[in-house]
């Protein structure tokens, strides 16, 4: 009686939807019926609409099938005759035209509710998703949680102090995610598909049968027994591929983790030296200036977190190297243990040593160091850190592609930070109530990345290999998954983060704000679980162009939403141009594959 109950729940909303949103011709029509029978609808239509189109009555036609010869013996014949042939043959492409478009929009909604009851079901995708998934779930969770934890302590200390910190990480993460979102989504999906096409080589074991030439020095080396030496397979097309260094202990050479690590490190260099001695500009900018009493602890927060930089860096683009892998264990065990140091690391130095906001600065830089370590350690074990050749890095691949997500993610972080600079300006209390919305909303919806992983992987590694119907399946899953997890979460902010609130702050002032605020941080989360869902899938289909370009413009018509209505509206004018931000963005991804566009031609 449940999986009946199941079924037909799945068939009403299939039926349900589909005709409300696209109405496809007899789309599954009534319950039970398939897509081939669909099918066979939208055939018949077309034919009933040229059988129509032929039929269609001329100025000159008679009641009868006589009358219609004698008027084509008359003076308008030919006239009429071409005008009538030019308007079937420019209504029929119109009308097939239409036709496609209602068959392609109805067919992307039959995958989307397809087998929605299934969506957890333990099948081979099912469990690969969930193997992915979980720890990456719980590797996302810890940091915001981290963070949660950061705010709280800060909040104890004051108003003004957490509304400073608030203001810091903003500035901190803008320059941060600028820069590490391209290295680290590019890493996973460029590791990803070299390692789907590389077999898996372990050990000094070499299959010979399967290598077409070897270089002369390169076979003396093997046989001196040099355990460094290095084989390089050339397949039969003379291409070299990938991974073919055999060091000792089974290392790899992949060229897209040597030159993710070297882009990290030179990237996080710079990060530093931003943060470090451009502090107090970017701070003015952002609405603190030098009067304020914000002013001096955001300064010494921004300038301490500004050290960790490189090891941020570092640490994303390792963990973009075991996501390709898909391993998702590992840096979770990682991200754990340095954030556990950093939770008590806050109270000894921030209360006991009484170093305030400083301490808070300097136990997040340890923690992050931390990480970045045990992340190189264990990746050292798997391949070859540096390359032995700085030819055989790949930066001009990797600028390519990053020169695109650098637009989109510079397009995202400036709409976020706009709505943290518009809170500045509205004063301390308004500014500490938006920094506790914005941690738990970013807390929770970040959660949905773990997903958007396990897409991003699976997509990348299928189309690498030529799996359509792999990826198709990957894509739409993911997205159902997405879906129910935010639906989920949405109902338990909504029914417990009125009384978590106080955990945060106990400044009535603020606790008033927030009220106004958890309404949508708990009603935005299935748009934005869809959102980041669609951000997973975009990326392992290699769709950097479109992600860039639209995203530039969902973030601007939200920014300018922003300045336009903030004045007026004031704090819920600021979420409501961020809920405008999430929705398009949703909304983006769901005109990219309903238009079957791009590298998502193979759903037709």
């Known amino acids: 009686m449940h999986l009946a109950g199941l079924n037909v ?5 299939v039926n349900g939807f589909s005709q409300l949103f696209f109405r496809p011709p007899a789309l599954l029509k009534l319950a039970g019926r398939n897509y081939a029978h669909y099918n066979q609808k939208r055939l018949n239509l077309r034919r009933r609409s040229h059988r129509t189109l032929r039929g269609r009555e001329s100025p000159c036609r008679e009641q009868t099938y006589q009358g219609n010869l004698q008027c084509c013996k008359s003076p308008c014949r030919e006239q009429n005759y071409r005008s009538s042939n030019m308007t079937s043959s420019s209504s029929t492409e119109r009308t097939t035209e239409r036709l496609l478009e209602t068959e392609r929009s109805g067919r992307i909604l039959y995958y989307f509710f397809e087998s929605a009851s299934n969506v957890f079901k333990a099948d ?15 590797a996302l969770a810890v940091d915001p949680l981290a963070s949660l934890v950061d705010t709280a302590f800060i909040g104890q200390i004051g108003s003004v102090e957490l509304a400073a910190v608030g203001v810091s990480i903003a500035v901190f993460n803008f320059i941060s995610k600028l820069l590490n979102f391209p290295v680290l989504n590019i890493t996973t999906s460029f590791v990803a598909v070299e ?9 000094l074991e070499l299959d010979l049968s399967t290598v077409d ?3 002369d020095e390169e076979r003396d080396q093997l046989q001196d027994g040099n355990e460094n030496a290095t084989v390089t397979d050339v397949d039969e097309g003379g291409r070299q591929n990938f991974g073919r260094q055999i060091p000792a202990f089974g290392q790899r050479n ?21 943060l470090a001695w451009g502090a107090g500009p970017i701070l003015e900018i952002m609405g603190v200036p030098s009067d304020s009493n914000m002013r001096v602890p955001a300064e010494q927060y921004l300038t301490l977190r500004a050290i960790g930089s490189p090891a941020v860096v570092l640490s994303l683009a390792v963990q973009g190297v075991f996501r390709g892998f898909k391993d998702t264990k590992f840096p979770l065990y990682a991200t754990l243990s340095g954030n556990i140091a950093n939770i008590i690391l806050d109270p000894l130095l921030m209360f006991s040593l009484q170093l305030g906001v400083s301490g808070a600065a300097i136990a997040t830089v340890v923690s992050q160091y931390f990480i970045a370590l045990v992340l190189l350690w264990k990746l050292n074990q798997k391949v070859v850190l540096l390359p032995p050749k700085l030819g055989d890095l790949e930066f001009s691949h990797f600028l390519k592609t990053g020169g695109l997500l650098l637009a989109r993610s510079s397009a995202v972080m400036i709409c976020m ?15 500490a109530a938006h920094q506790i919305c914005l941690q738990v909303w970013l807390a929770a919806s970040l959660l949905s990345d773990a997903i958007a992983l396990a897409g991003q992987t699976i997509i990348a590694t299928a189309l690498a290999k030529g799996d359509y119907a792999l990826a198709k399946h990957a894509a739409f899953r993911t997205l159902q ?38 309404p949508f941080v708990a009603a935005t989360q299935p748009v934005n679980a869809l959102a980041f869902v669609f951000d997973g899938i975009l990326f392992g289909a290699s769709d950097f162009v479109y992600a860039a370009y639209s995203m530039i413009i969902v973030a601007f018509l939200a920014s300018l939403f922003m300045l336009l209505f903030t004045p007026l509206w004031g704090f819920v004018g600021i979420w409501s141009g961020l809920t405008i931000l999430m929705t398009f963005r949703m909304l983006a991804g769901f005109l990219r594959i309903g238009t079957t566009s791009g590298p998502w031609k193979f759903l037709n």
Do not use: N, Y
């Open 481 to 518: 998954m997405g879906f129910a997890f935010g639906f989920v979460l949405s109902l338990i902010l909504g029914a417990g983060l009125h009384s978590l609130s106080r955990l945060f702050t106990s400044d009535p002032s603020v606790l008033e704000i927030l009220a106004v605020g958890i």
């Open 213 to 215: 030439v070897i270089a």
């Open 124 to 138: 081979e995708l099912g469990q690969e998703i969930a193997i992915i998934t979980f720890p990456a779930f719980l």
């Open 9 to 13: 729940l799945h068939m009403i909303l």
């Open 195 to 203: 390692d789907s096409i590389e077999p898996e080589l372990k050990g």
């Open 254 to 274: 992949l060229p897209a983790v040597s030159t993710a690590l070297v882009l990290g490190s030179i990237v996080g260099l710079a990060e530093a030296c931003v």
């Open 417 to 431: 930070t706009l709505a943290t600079s518009q809170a500045a300006r509205q004063g301390p209390i308004l500014t």
